[in-house]
């Protein structure tokens, strides 16, 4: 035995006056062993968050749409061929500019004969009238003065019946004719029956040569066209539409699983994706009653609150709808929850170094950051990475960062 340890004192020693440097190697292994052995005995090394407590903002994000909820549609109160065209979509309006024309020969020629009929009335028809009236006023008299000498001359004697009785009859009917001249007059004269009859048909010949041409009825920008010049349009036909200044909405068809928090007079943002730097603040007015079956949406009106010129229709807009603020509540990523169902979800928390699955129950739902309302304490660590139940672990904090959106 004895001999043995000499030997291995022999073999060791050689080593140690061969290799000098040998030393700090060897201490350098053992200390890298002794470290390994320590972290294989303490677990890996994994990333988490520390619960802490900071404000929290409840948001639903969707994109939408700009529409209108005022649509001004134009159309022809006349049958007509469109002569002329003077907007195109796009094109701001104002209530009064001018926006089609159509051929107008017809209305001329009817206005011309209205004006010509009303003129020769004032010019020949009624003076003729008045001449007639006054013609038959003189005959009646005449007439009246015969009828008269008649009758005294009967009384006397000296006539016989049957002239007598010719005067009368001539009396009747130039009386009869100065009543039908003078009522012919009345209805001629001015003001009268036949001049409101002119009149009227004048302004109807005006009023008709006015419908040819088409004019805004409301300030806006126009957003459908559907004429061209020659086409043939009747009453009844949506010639242009356009979306009144100002009116302007955002329709949202919002995903059905998103609805539960969005109330009416929620407020909201909203970025269109055309002009990203200009940020626009909106409020819910409006929630449809029923889901869109077939695309699993239910649309959501949002009034703009502040004009908004620059906006068209059928613009995409990111919509920011906030259902819900807290000051103070503790909060976890998202990222670090599991199982979730509604507001339900698990953890991996850290304890004393030992993983532990945690049931939580969440409050308010950020799209980045979550409320916990039940489970945890302000401090704990929560596993961002899946690691196995009751293994011990050893922890990389990672803290919730500071810009994150909630």
Not at 16 to 29: I, M, R
Not at 38 to 51: D, F, N
Not at 372 to 391: N, P, R, S
């Amino acid at each position: 035995m004895a001999v043995s340890g000499r030997i291995r004192e022999r073999s060791v020693l050689p080593v140690a006056k061969n290799f000098p440097h040998a030393w700090p190697l060897l201490v350098v292994l053992a200390l890298a062993g002794g470290w390994l052995i320590r972290s294989q005995l303490q677990g890996p090394q994994v990333p988490a968050y520390r619960l802490e407590t900071r404000p929290l903002v409840q948001r639903v994000v969707a994109s939408g749409e700009v529409d209108s909820q005022s649509l001004a549609q134009v159309g022809s109160e006349i049958t007509g061929v469109v002569a002329a065209r003077h907007v195109r979509e796009g094109d701001e309006v104002k209530a009064g500019d001018l926006l089609l024309e159509l051929r107008d020969d017809e209305q001329r020629a009817r206005l011309r004969e209205a004006e010509a009929a009303l003129q020769q009335l004032i010019d020949s028809t009624r003076p003729q009238a008045q001449a007639t009236l006054r013609e038959a006023q003189h005959n009646l008299e005449q007439a009246s003065r015969e009828l008269k000498r008649r009758e005294t001359l009967f009384e006397r004697k000296l006539l016989a019946s049957e002239p007598l009785e010719q005067a009368r009859r001539a009396e009747l009917t130039a009386r009869v004719i100065r009543d039908r001249a003078r009522f012919a007059a009345a209805a001629l004269a001015e003001g009268g029956s036949e001049e409101q009859v002119l009149r009227q048909r004048l302004e109807a010949a005006r009023a008709t040569l006015a419908k040819t041409r088409i004019h805004a009825q409301v300030t806006g920008i126009v957003q459908t066209r559907d004429v061209e010049p020659g086409d043939l349009v009747q009453p009844g036909r949506t010639l242009l539409s356009i979306a009144r200044s100002g009116s302007s909405e955002i329709l949202l068809p919002l995903d059905e699983k998103n609805l539960a928090p969005v109330r009416l007079g929620q407020a909201a943002s909203i970025i269109a994706d055309a002009y990203p730097e200009r940020v626009l603040p909106a409020r819910v007015s409006f929630i449809a009653p029923a889901v869109d079956t077939a695309r699993g949406t239910i649309d959501v009106h949002l009034d703009l609150l502040e004009p908004a010129d620059f906006l068209r229709q059928g613009m995409t807009v990111s919509v920011n709808i906030e259902t819900g603020r807290r000051d103070q509540a503790l909060v976890l990523p998202n990222d670090a929850l599991r199982a979730r169902s509604g507001p339900r979800a698990q953890v991996l928390r850290v304890r004393d170094g030992v993983v532990e699955r945690v049931d939580v129950r969440l409050g308010l739902l950020g799209n980045a950051l979550s409320e916990v309302v039940e489970g945890l304490t302000t401090g704990d660590l929560v596993l961002l990475d899946d690691a196995e139940e009751g293994k011990r672990v050893r922890v990389t904090e990672r803290p919730i960062p500071r810009g994150i959106r909630d």
